[in-house]
């Protein structure tokens, strides 16, 4: 995230130094302010939730639900694919048909066992 923010600054200078139109000027701040607000939406506000049945995964404005009976498992890895996860050392969570989404809890045996329990309730 900081270096993305590093970027979207570098660019903003460029464009302010730089013999640009006005218009242009003010798109690039409007863009990089907004692309700099959801980036920190996202890093303050990823968390996720067992709540009866369903795991929801919240990460700034983007939301997921899962039903936990649709949970084929759940295992480490390193994927780097765009997800709801602020690390690098996620959980790859295998749902419904070929479905998968990438989640980074701190504490990722408790998370696993959440998980395992509510798959039990559930049944």
């Known amino acids: 995230m900081i270096v993305s923010v590093g970027a979207l600054i570098a660019a903003l200078v460029v464009v302010l130094v730089e013999e640009t139109p006005w218009p242009m000027r003010a798109l690039t701040v409007v863009v990089v302010l907004l ?12 968390y996720y939730v067992i709540d009866g049945g369903t795991l929801r995964i919240v990460a700034g404005p983007f939301k997921w639900k899962i039903p936990v009976a649709d949970i084929d498992g759940v295992t480490p890895s390193r994927n780097p694919l765009s997800s709801p996860a602020l690390s690098m050392d996620r959980l790859k969570i295998s749902y419904g048909k070929r479905k998968f989404i990438l989640v980074s809890p ?4 408790g998370f696993i066992r959440a998980i395992e329990q509510a798959q039990q309730e559930s049944r």
Do not use: C, G, N, Q
Request: proline content about 0%.
């Open 35 to 46: 692309v700099i607000l959801l980036l920190f939406a996202i890093f303050r506000s990823t």
């Open 106 to 109: 701190e504490d990722k045996a």
